[in-house]
């Protein structure tokens, strides 16, 4: 079953960092571009950028520099978004994101993780 | 406050027509293909369209695309009640040099 799953719900502080993981099982992980988007609680989704999974190069949206960094692990499948220095409006779902089916358009994304909340607040 | 404008809600009742409009500028949807996304609640988004008017497989053909110019519309015909969800138009910006996002619009079905 081709899927993307992405770790738990984070609680943290202002100023502190997280990390949020997205595996992917039932293809391989660097056939296809893994891409970053954040939805704020009752906005719409915001591309932060992706991660080129075949070399590790990330490119990062207009207000995503900084504080994030997206890595790859193609030993176990797994890409990783960390945010460092937390604000609270960094209260969001993130999701990873990834287009499969070939001949769709590179920001056609056909598979998504489930989102991980992480919640910022003192 | 989103580069792509689309209206904030829109309703209808079920076998009825409704039409989600998405308005940009010649820098995304005058010079790049738009996708559509449909979120139910507390779900992840689906792609729904892409290169403006493809469905991708398993989306039933009540839904259809079409762009003109600056401005991109999704269509649902024989409206049911699992269609109610948020929809969102997306598109290439190439003066931000980003994937841009519309607002979104909430889909009541009555």
């Known amino acids: 079953q081709v899927q993307l799953v992405q770790s738990g719900s984070e609680l943290k502080k202002p100023g502190a960092s997280v990390t949020v993981s997205c595996e992917a099982s039932g293809y391989r992980i660097t056939d296809s571009a893994m891409n970053w988007v954040r939805q704020a609680p009752g906005q719409g989704p915001e591309w932060m950028g992706w991660i080129n999974t075949n070399t590790g190069n990330p490119t990062y949206a207009q207000g995503f520099t900084g504080r994030f960094v997206f890595s790859l692990d193609t030993s176990v499948s797994t890409a990783y978004l960390q945010i460092r220095g937390l604000k609270a409006d960094d209260t969001a779902v993130y999701y990873c994101?990834?287009?499969?089916?070939?001949?769709?358009?590179?920001?056609?994304?056909?598979?998504w993780g489930q989102g991980t909340m992480v919640t910022v607040s003192s | 406050q989103s580069v792509l404008t689309q209206p904030p809600s829109a309703s209808g009742t079920p076998g009825q027509r409704v039409t989600i409009s998405c308005s940009g500028t010649t820098s995304n949807i005058g010079s790049n293909s738009v996708y559509w996304f449909q979120q139910l609640p507390e779900t992840a988004p689906k792609l729904l369209m892409h290169?403006?008017?493809q469905r991708p497989s398993g989306v039933p053909d009540r839904f259809s695309g079409s762009k003109s110019g600056t401005s991109a519309s999704l269509a649902i015909s024989g409206l049911r009640s699992e269609d109610e969800a948020a929809y969102y138009c997306?598109?290439?910006?190439?003066?931000?040099?980003?994937?841009?996002f519309g607002g979104g619009t909430k889909l009541t079905v009555l």
């Open positions: 994101a990834s287009r499969l089916t070939a001949g769709t358009g590179i920001y056609a994304f056909d598979i």
């Open positions: 290169r403006n008017s």
């Open positions: 997306a598109t290439w910006d190439d003066n931000l040099s980003g994937l841009v």
